[in-house]
T-cell receptor
Framework: EAGVTQFPSHSVIEKGQTVTLRCDPISGHDNLYWYRRVMGKEIKFLLHFVKESKQDESGMPNNRFLAERTGGTYSTLKVQPAELEDSGVYFC???????????????FGPGTRLTVL | AQKVTQAQTEISVVEKEDVTLDCVYETRDTTYYLFWYKQPPSGELVFLIRRNSFDEQNEISGRYSWNFQKSTSSFNFTITASQVVDSAVYFCALSEAMYSGAGSYQLTFGKGTKLSVIP
């Protein structure tokens, strides 16, 4: 079973530019989460999809961030326009549907390191 | 609100020593899950353990053991006879246990403890 994959692994952009991060969850996982770790701080929740629907986006910092999960498969997280404070590592995780074994065990991808200059 | 505190930012031990990573949590939920993840240099977060708040039995898996103490809101992780391959950042995390349909199993993480095992 392939794990969670994220693309790109690194991205360096200038302030004001747009960046799109992609996450491919484990096949069949209904739940998809985005998290972010700003250097020296905790890994913080951004949002949660159940299939293609946004279940909880309470962690999204502001309206410069837009997440989509068309068709309930892969997800994208777009930052437009990027600001210096958006730098950090963006993690994606996926898990099975509630009721299935280990339903709340989240499998994480390797993360995308975003640097905004 | 939920909160996880990992007071140890960095720990260095010599190979074969035992080491304990501390985790203290806060939650108003009566049922919840606690987790430990390992982040090796490659970057991904590797799941180590999940513990339900109803189950206070300690768990051992090879050289790893976990001590869950509900009375002190702690979920400490011990590595026995540490090895160089144990060098990583370790995260403790907390999530709600009851999926209400309107909520989320989002994880609340601590800041992580960087463990360096010196040969």
């Amino acid at each position: 079973e392939a794990g969670v994959t994220q693309f790109p692994s690194h991205s360096v952009i200038e302030k004001g530019q747009t960046v799109t991060l992609r996450c491919d969850p484990i096949s069949g996982h209904d739940n998809l989460y985005w998290y972010r770790r700003v250097m020296g701080k905790e890994i913080k929740f951004l949002l949660h999809f159940v299939k293609e629907s946004k279940q909880d986006e309470s962690g999204m910092p502001n309206n410069r961030f837009l997440a989509e999960r068309t068709g309930g498969t892969y997800s994208t997280l777009k930052v437009q326009p990027a600001e210096l404070e958006d730098s950090g590592v963006y993690f994606c995780a996926s898990s099975r549907a509630p009721g299935l074994p280990s339903y709340n065990e989240q499998f994480f991808g390797p993360g995308t390191r975003l640097t905004v200059l | 609100a939920q909160k996880v505190t990992q007071a140890q930012t960095e720990i260095s031990v010599v190979e074969k020593e035992d080491v304990t990573l501390d985790c203290v949590y806060e939650t108003r939920d009566t049922t919840y899950y606690l987790f430990w993840y390992k982040q090796p240099p490659s970057g991904e977060l590797v799941f180590l353990i999940r513990r339900n708040s109803f189950d206070e039995q300690n768990e051992i898996s090879g050289r790893y053991s976990w001590n869950f103490q509900k009375s002190t809101s702690s979920f400490n992780f011990t590595i026995t006879a540490s090895q160089v391959v144990d060098s990583a950042v370790y995260f403790c995390a907390l999530s709600e246990a009851m999926y209400s349909g309107a909520g989320s199993y989002q994880l609340t993480f601590g800041k992580g403890t960087k463990l360096s095992v010196i040969p």
